[in-house]
């Protein structure tokens, strides 16, 4: 029973990474069907299909898997050293904080990191809240998912941002990354981004963390911020502390290992590699699968949500 939930959960952890790679269709099938099960009080519905944010001050609103985000700005779609993908998706909108460190980490990235540009993917939708489809996080406007493929050295048409796959940088076996794919660029990348005060969390595939880890040299003490999360094969997240002043936000504190490479990084491992490599669970063993959870509506979110939600 332990390795089934085990595999279960890096399932649904590695779907919810994969849907970074869906393309345009897929993403909209996937939309109407959740749509099409969601009652019209739903959250996700809510939140999932406003087109514009709250036009309210900037703050964030609860924690960044139960939250929104009012007087969300919106990071342009073309930047000289990043591109925004999946533009249909409308998620490339976050708070003013976390736009601007992008764009100053895009800045940074080719002469500090020898890394051409940023693809961003999923940033936030512009008033935050629950997705209709992938991230449980993503909901205060703080979390961004940086593709682990450089930027090639021309504008992408918008078919290929919505079509191309990132690159996976993980080896078959779950255990490490894959040589040709992976190169102390991407450490670079990561180790700038991990040097960023406000940034608290970097969260990667515990594949990448080996690396990372074995790479890094004596300079180890960014490494404690990434953390090894089940998918984040094809990107990496980057999660920024609470802005200052923001009282109704709820932050993470900073993790307290020197490095992140010891026992805790050995577990992930294991039980990665058991999921993937263990016959797949056929049921739960018990009779009929549970129902699917409640929906969550506004009243799940914390009470400004409501503002930022029929905010005009």
Same mark, same amino acid.
């Given at each position: 029973?332990?390795?089934?939930?085990?595999?279960?959960?890096?399932?649904?952890?590695?779907?919810? $990474?994969?849907?970074? #790679? #869906?393309? !345009?269709?897929?993403?909209?099938?996937?939309?109407?069907?959740?749509?099409? #099960?969601?009652?019209?009080?739903?959250?996700?519905?809510?939140?999932?299909?406003?087109?514009? @944010?709250?036009?309210?001050?900037?703050?964030?609103?609860?924690?960044?898997?139960?939250?929104? =985000?009012?007087?969300?700005?919106?990071?342009?779609? /073309?930047?000289?050293?990043?591109?925004?993908?999946?533009?249909?998706?409308?998620?490339?909108?976050?708070?003013?904080?976390?736009?601007?460190?992008?764009?100053?980490?895009?800045?940074?990235?080719?002469?500090?990191?020898?890394?051409?540009?940023?693809?961003?993917?999923?940033?936030?939708?512009?008033?935050?809240?629950?997705?209709?489809?992938?991230?449980?996080?993503?909901?205060?406007?703080?979390?961004?998912?940086?593709?682990?493929? @450089?930027?090639?050295?021309?504008?992408?048409?918008?078919?290929?941002?919505?079509?191309?796959?990132?690159?996976?940088?993980?080896?078959?076996?779950?255990?490490?990354?894959?040589?040709?794919?992976?190169?102390?660029?991407?450490?670079?990348?990561?180790?700038?981004?991990?040097?960023?005060?406000?940034?608290?969390?970097?969260?990667?595939?515990?594949? =990448?963390?080996?690396?990372?880890?074995? &790479?890094?040299?004596?300079?180890?003490?960014?490494?404690?911020?990434?953390?090894?999360?089940?998918?984040?094969?094809?990107?990496?997240? =980057?999660?920024?502390?609470?802005? $200052?002043?923001?009282?109704?936000?709820? /932050?993470?504190?900073?993790?307290? &290992?020197? &490095?992140?490479?010891?026992?805790?990084?050995?577990?992930?491992?294991?039980? !990665?590699?058991?999921?993937?490599?263990?016959?797949?669970?056929?049921?739960?063993? #018990?009779?009929?699968?549970?129902?699917? @959870?409640?929906?969550?509506?506004?009243? /799940?979110?914390?009470?400004?949500?409501?503002?930022?939600?029929?905010?005009?």
């Amino acid at each position: 029973m332990i390795v089934r939930t085990l595999a279960a959960a890096l399932l649904i952890g590695l779907s919810t $990474a994969a849907h970074a #790679q #869906q393309n !345009q269709t897929e993403e909209m099938e996937r939309r109407e069907k959740v749509l099409a #099960q969601l009652p019209n009080n739903a959250a996700k519905r809510i939140f999932g299909t406003v087109p514009g @944010p709250a036009n309210l001050e900037a703050r964030a609103i609860g924690s960044f898997a139960k939250g929104c =985000i009012a007087g969300a700005t919106a990071l342009p779609i /073309d930047g000289e050293t990043w591109q925004v993908m999946r533009l249909s998706r409308n998620r490339n909108w976050g708070h003013p904080d976390l736009i601007g460190l992008l764009e100053k980490l895009a800045r940074r990235a080719p002469k500090e990191a020898g890394w051409p540009g940023l693809l961003v993917g999923d940033i936030s939708q512009p008033r935050g809240g629950p997705m209709l489809t992938g991230h449980a996080s993503h909901q205060i406007g703080l979390d961004a998912d940086l593709w682990l493929t @450089p930027m090639p050295g021309r504008r992408l048409s918008r078919d290929e941002r919505e079509n191309m796959s990132a690159t996976n940088i993980v080896r078959p076996d779950w255990m490490d990354v894959e040589p040709s794919h992976y190169s102390a660029k991407h450490l670079a990348l990561i180790r700038l981004a991990a040097r960023e005060k406000a940034v608290t969390r970097i969260f990667v595939n515990p594949a =990448i963390k080996v690396a990372l880890c074995r &790479d890094a040299g004596a300079d180890r003490g960014w490494l404690s911020k990434v953390r090894p999360m089940w998918g984040h094969n094809y990107h990496f997240h =980057i999660r920024i502390a609470c802005p $200052a002043g923001e009282a109704s936000c709820v /932050d993470q504190p900073l993790p307290q &290992d020197e &490095d992140g490479c010891g026992s805790e990084l050995k577990d992930w491992l294991k039980k !990665q590699y058991a999921a993937m490599h263990k016959p797949k669970p056929q049921g739960n063993g #018990q009779g009929k699968p549970k129902p699917p @959870p409640k929906p969550w509506t506004l009243d /799940d979110l914390p009470d400004e949500c409501r503002q930022v939600a029929v905010s005009k």
